[in-house]
């Protein structure tokens, strides 16, 4: 792993990490060792063949884990890939509770990586499923009161109109959900997805450092 390959977005991130920092720096070395190119997106360390994303390294409580964003299409003959829920229709996750497991999985971890190389330079795409979005029934009140919001709603893209629903429909009081869409309703109106800061972009893209106010 040359320095020429280090991206410096990346070291930094490392320099932060309390809770997997031994696994991150190893699975870094696997993944630079595919001949990948190093990036930082979505506040993670992102690794890319001609600017199109393969794998990505992230980390929660209970597990830290490689992402393949096109995992759907991998064979995983280990059986080892999960889906993180049933939402997730492309991605798919190796995951890892110690540096051990990292160490003694090398050679699979490489050859699934290998594996979704292959499938970048293919041109495979996973055929995502067109889920039919439906309209919780506080929200279809506020559509009635207010057709503007119904307009600019339905103006969003399907990823944020399924975000916005998945938010409302969480709670199950109804109070709850209709203060979450009351909360929301500036934020539709000017074109913002639920994640979407006042700078445009999402909080969880790569050029927005998460330092901008959200609507409130």
């Given at each position: ?28 070395e ?11 997106k ?34 995983d ?43 970048e ?11 039919e ?14 057709p503007?919001l ?62 901008h106010?959200?609507?409130?």
């Amino acid at each position: 792993m040359s320095n020429s390959k280090l991206n410096p977005k990346v070291d930094d991130f490392l320099s932060e990490e309390k809770n997997w920092k031994e696994e991150f720096v190893k699975l870094r070395e696997i993944v630079l060792g595919c001949e990948l190119t190093e990036d930082f997106k979505w506040m993670h360390p992102c690794y890319t063949l001609n600017g199109k994303n393969i794998v990505l390294i992230h980390g929660f409580k209970d597990y830290c884990a490689l992402l393949f964003h096109k995992g759907a299409l991998l064979k995983d003959s280990e059986k080892i890939l999960i889906q993180q829920t049933e939402n997730v229709q492309s991605a798919r996750q190796i995951r890892f509770t110690t540096l051990q497991e990292i160490v003694e999985m090398e050679s699979t971890i490489k050859a699934y990586i290998q594996e979704a190389i292959e499938v970048e330079k293919a041109g495979l795409e996973v055929k995502v499923e067109k889920k039919e979005i439906i309209i919780p029934e506080e929200l279809q009140t506020k559509f009635d009161e207010l057709p503007a919001l119904k307009t600019a709603f339905e103006a969003l893209t399907p990823g944020r109109q399924r975000a916005y629903i998945l938010h409302f429909t969480q709670p199950k009081q109804a109070k709850t959900r209709e203060s979450r869409i009351m909360k929301s309703i500036e934020r539709i109106l000017i074109g913002k997805g639920l994640n979407d800061c006042i700078c445009g972009l999402s909080k969880r893209m790569p050029n927005c450092d998460g330092s901008h106010k959200n609507i409130q």
